[in-house]
């Protein structure tokens, strides 16, 4: 083997082992060729002694477990013999040359691979030489002094060869220890650590070239004591470290394992990880080994990690979870006696998304960086600034003289952004809304998050750049709009919605025929009808109006066509549509299937949209109207002139109705401003060739002015107020009958 033809050329370089060192060996024991006469002259004999010797030692040898193990195979058992005596016979036939020296070096470090300890070997040859003395007396009883000659022949050839065998042994363990130390070097040399050892009775300190060389000492420098080590630490890792040690030394840890910070030559501050484990000498004194790591490295990582973690990276500023920490850290300040005023800012970007879609999410970051720049100056030292998330910002004022402070702070920042921001070779205006909430005691950091962020709620809800206060009335509105919602969410289910109607009347020569209804979705909650303007707004939040205007759709058609049969053929019924509805996947489809089921035409369904919608410019929304137009479904647009009207909608969407809201028609009998807006309207939509529908008339001014302007298309309380369609039924049967006459002014509404 390879492996084991290495090792006994390494080996006999090791011993000196040579033809002058066999010769030397040789005249030690007083062993010449010459001297040898006799054995060569007696082998025969001497081969039958060595059969029955080595049958004999192997009896002898199964008595001990060890050799035994290697006994118990009968064909191990014959190679083993064989071996023997092959052994034996050239140990009495030389010649003792270097090849022989190699050959019992081999058998040594054969032995010692398989973990045969020398003293079987030893033991074996003592048994060798007894045997052997005793049969060779016995065999050549007749010839003492031939006798004599022999056994001392043999005995100096068997010392040759235990002296060989013993050194082979002793090299070999010495080349595992070599082997050991230079494996457990090459270890230390890529671990990069130092080792130290510590005599604990007689604090005598020694260390390793690599241990001073990590502190960029010498020998002169190098600590020599335990307290010259732990001087080299800053006075709070130095007590970490004797800490450490002393628990180790008690027993009360199993190993010294501690980090902290030794001072270098430079006086830099290194931090290395000490390891080590207490032992006995041979004198029975205790001893403090291990090793010293420099972990500075990783320690660095560490930070830059922890650093990262709790730091925004675009602003550098803490980050969500830095502000809850710090939050944590305000409120436990507020407890202490005579602690001061203390508060929370929300910030949030006014219309941010704009930026972004518009102008990319670089011109966005450099927007964010300066916002943040920007309050960041209007901070005191001792405040904090955190980029809570996306365009969100958490103030955190600690510290105030008065609580009103908090809200000075918030005015100064929303000032500072009045000007505008450079962004790139764009000058952009930007604005926040605030949520201000006062810190206490009491609760925890997410309670004062919260109320920061109702507080900004009721602030955006007033428009952009405003600024609200938290109160006790905005939770218990946030209870209320939960409570709402939850029994919103299972409104449909309990069968709690129903629709009302409302008639559409056609006016002409004093005279009035209905031409449809608009419905109307009405929540019953046990007794209480609740008022549309609570809950429609949640429903559009929540995105459950896609779901129940589904079933308004559905339940509005089915009605109406249920009416056509009954004596109202024609009835057009409206229908509003929120923008959810109308941004969802295959809505025209869905307005398809609907009228398929319920066998109304789709000359008679109208779709109310508000110009909120159509100002959104989404171009699928475009699509879908065309497509529900091309089935036949008419479009109003609801509301007209309340928003940001513009004529463009009038002319780009396939819109067939003009609902003038009733904020126009109401007063503009006695105004002439709004009388020149409502009348530009009805010209408007007469002149684009579009039904034009009044909402609001409850009086007979509002008719006769209608009437003169040409508007016939009316609905409102002068009619009827909006019904369920049991109560709505009769009332349009009469408002269907051709002849039905205007009522008087004095008379009272139908329904």
Not at 50 to 65: A, K, N, P, S, V
Not at 430 to 444: D, F, M, N, T, Y
Not at 449 to 473: I, N, T, V, W
Request: with cysteine.
């Amino acid at each position: 083997m390879p492996d084991l033809k290495q090792k006994l050329v390494t080996m006999q370089r090791s011993l000196g082992l040579s033809p002058d060192d066999i010769r030397q060996r040789l005249r030690l024991l007083l062993i010449a060729e010459a001297g040898l006469p006799a054995l060569h002259e007696n082998l025969r004999q001497l081969d039958a002694l060595h059969l029955d010797c080595i049958h004999t030692l192997f009896t002898h040898l199964e008595q001990f477990d060890e050799p035994a193990g290697m006994l118990q195979e009968p064909q191990r058992l014959l190679q083993l013999k064989s071996q023997q005596q092959h052994y034996f016979n050239q140990m009495l036939r030389g010649p003792y040359d270097l090849q022989y020296a190699r050959l019992r070096l081999l058998v040594g470090l054969t032995h010692q691979r398989h973990g045969l300890d020398l003293k079987w070997y030893l033991g074996a040859f003592h048994f060798y030489l007894d045997y052997m003395h005793t049969a060779i007396r016995r065999t050549w009883a007749a010839q003492p002094e031939l006798a004599g000659q022999l056994y001392a022949s043999l005995l100096k050839a068997a010392f040759f060869d235990i002296g060989l065998t013993v050194d082979s042994y002793a090299s070999a363990d010495k080349m595992a220890l070599q082997s050991s130390q230079d494996r457990y070097s090459r270890a230390l040399r890529g671990a990069n650590d130092g080792i130290w050892e510590w005599h604990v009775e007689n604090d005598r300190l020694h260390l390793s070239d690599r241990w001073l060389a990590m502190l960029g000492l010498d020998d002169q420098r190098a600590p020599t004591t335990f307290e010259h080590w732990a001087a080299l630490m800053p006075e709070e890792q130095r007590i970490v470290f004797r800490a450490a040690v002393q628990a180790h030394l008690e027993g009360r840890q199993a190993f010294l394992h501690v980090e902290c910070q030794v001072r270098d030559s430079w006086g830099q501050l290194v931090w290395v990880l000490i390891r080590g484990v207490v032992s006995t000498d041979l004198y029975g004194q205790r001893l403090l080994a291990g090793s010293q790591t420099d972990i500075s490295q990783r320690k660095n990582a560490e930070q830059e990690l922890a650093h990262a973690t709790l730091h925004d990276s675009l602003t550098g500023l803490p980050n969500r979870q830095s502000a809850g920490q710090l939050i944590a850290q305000g409120l436990q300040r507020q407890t202490k006696p005579g602690a001061r005023h203390a508060a929370v800012l929300f910030i949030d970007l006014d219309r941010f998304k704009l930026i972004n879609d518009s102008l990319g999410h670089q011109t966005g970051d450099q927007v964010l960086i300066q916002v943040a720049k920007r309050i960041e100056r209007c901070l005191r030292p001792g405040d904090h600034l955190c980029r809570f998330g996306g365009d969100e910002f958490v103030v955190l004022l600690d510290d105030m003289a008065l609580a009103h402070d908090a809200e000075l702070v918030a005015k100064r920042i929303m000032q500072a952004l009045q000007y505008p921001i450079i962004a790139g070779s764009r000058r952009l205006s930007v604005s926040v809304s605030i949520g201000v909430a006062p810190l206490k005691g009491e609760g925890e950091g997410q309670d004062a998050l919260r109320e920061a962020d109702l507080a900004l709620y009721r602030a955006k809800a007033f428009g952009k750049a405003q600024l609200a206060l938290y109160s006790d009335s905005l939770q218990e509105e946030v209870h209320q709009r939960l409570n709402l919602e939850n029994a919103l969410s299972e409104a449909l289910a309990r069968k709690q919605f129903e629709l009302y109607y409302q008639p559409i009347v056609q006016v002409s020569a004093g005279r009035s025929h209905v031409i449809g209804v608009e419905a109307l979705l009405r929540w019953w909650q046990g007794e209480r009808l609740v008022p549309p303007d609570e809950f429609i707004p949640a429903l559009e939040e929540t995105g459950e109006i896609v779901e129940v205007g589904d079933w308004v759709l559905q339940q509005a058609c089915t009605q109406v066509q249920q009416w056509h049969q009954d004596g109202l053929p024609g009835l057009r019924c409206s229908v509003n549509l929120s923008s959810r509805q109308l941004q969802e996947d295959g809505f025209a489809r869905r307005v398809a299937e609907i009228l398929r089921e319920t066998g109304l035409p789709a000359a008679s369904l109208v779709l109310e949209i508000t110009e909120s919608l159509l100002m959104r410019d989404v171009p699928d929304t475009l699509a879908t109207l065309r497509e529900l137009e091309s089935m036949g479904v008419r479009i109003a647009l609801d509301d007209f002139g309340t928003g940001f009207s513009s004529l463009g909608y009038l002319h780009r969407y396939p819109l067939h109705i003009i609902k003038v809201d009733k904020s126009f028609i109401t007063k503009a009998p006695d105004d002439e401003r709004l009388k020149a807006i409502s009348r530009a309207i009805i010209g408007l939509g007469r002149g684009l060739n579009m039904d034009v529908i009044a909402e609001g008339i409850e009086t007979p001014e509002q008719m006769d002015f209608l009437h003169t302007e040409g508007c016939h298309l009316v609905q409102g309380y002068w009619f009827s107020r909006p019904q369920s369609a049991s109560n709505i039924h009769p009332v349009l049967l009469k408002l269907s009958a051709a002849a039905y006459d205007l009522p008087p002014a004095e008379a009272v509404l139908i329904g």
